[in-house]
């Protein structure tokens, strides 16, 4: 998914908002519904939660500008997806839904300041 740099975000935060909008324009170009961005409660927050089908969707969104750190699907633990699972189940409990499946997605987007972004989906992570 190539930006022209003129577009490419310059602050962290911008840098935050630009890879959670790329991750919800991927997931409705695959025909899910995203029901909540950036949801928040006392445990924590969800970048995304997404309608697959029948299957709730939490993703977490990772945008880095380079790798220096690692790959940026690699900042998501099994402490983190372990969190992500919780969320889920009071995201769940505050909208009084149910759902056949819950499913813990990460997404990775390597936002570099000359090139191509890229953008990498990992679903159903289970660290």
Same mark, same amino acid.
């Given at each position: ?41 006392? &445990?924590?927050?969800?970048? !995304? *939660?997404?309608?697959? =089908?029948?299957? /709730? $969707? ?6 880095? +500008? ?38 813990? &997605?990460?997404?990775?987007? !390597? *936002?570099?300041?000359? =090139?191509?972004? /890229? $953008? ?6 289970? +660290?």
């Amino acid at each position: 998914m190539g930006t022209p740099q003129q577009t490419r975000p310059d602050g962290r935060r911008e840098l935050g908002a630009f890879g959670e909008d790329l991750a919800a324009r991927f997931y409705r170009d695959r025909g899910a519904t995203v029901l909540d961005r950036n949801w928040r409660c006392r &445990d924590g927050e969800i970048d !995304l *939660v997404v309608l697959d =089908g029948a299957t /709730l $969707v939490v993703c977490e969104v990772k945008t880095r +500008r380079n790798t220096a750190f690692g790959d940026p699907v690699e900042a998501v633990t099994w402490r983190k997806a372990a969190r992500l699972r919780r969320l889920a189940a009071a995201w769940l409990a505050e909208q009084e839904r149910s759902v056949a499946d819950v499913r813990i &997605d990460v997404i990775g987007v !390597l *936002v570099p300041r000359r =090139g191509e972004v /890229l $953008v990498r989906h990992v679903a159903g992570v289970e +660290r």
